[in-house]
Nanobody
Framework: VQLQASGGGLVQAGGSLSLSCAAS????????MGWFRQAPGKEREFVAA????????YYGDSAKGRFTIARDNAKNTVYLQMNSLKPEDTAVYYCAAGGQVSTIAMEYDYWGQGTLVTVSS
């Protein structure tokens, strides 16, 4: 599976961005999909994930109430809608695919190249 993340950019605090992650391959629907982020000098942080079986979403504490993950299996794409953005959301955002939902980056098998989100104050 190859993943291509897009949609990052510069936004003011309080604004919104929508990230997309397009996957190649015909087995996209059988993968759990996750979003992680990594700010300079920090470890990679779990943001959100969505299961392959029933589309159940899971969120990290920083994303709860502000971000929404969704997937469209017909388009082989997973989305991350980010609202009420804060300067501390600034990071490179990565999408990932794995066999099951996890908050642990190492448990994902495939990774996209990342897309930079910058939130100005």
């Amino acid at each position: 599976v190859q993943l291509q993340a897009s949609g990052g950019g510069l936004v003011q605090a309080g604004g919104s961005l929508s990230l997309s992650c397009a996957a190649s391959g015909r087995t996209f629907s059988s993968y759990a999909m996750g979003w992680f982020r990594q700010a300079p000098g920090k470890e990679r942080e779990f943001v959100a994930a969505i299961s392959w079986s029933d589309d159940s979403p899971y969120y990290g504490d920083s994303a709860k109430g502000r971000f929404t993950i969704a997937r469209d299996n017909a388009k082989n794409t997973v989305y991350l809608q980010m609202n009420s953005l804060k300067p501390e959301d600034t990071a490179v955002y990565y999408c990932a695919a794995g066999g099951q939902v996890s908050t642990i980056a190492m448990e994902y098998d495939y990774w996209g190249q990342g897309t930079l989100v910058t939130v100005s104050s």
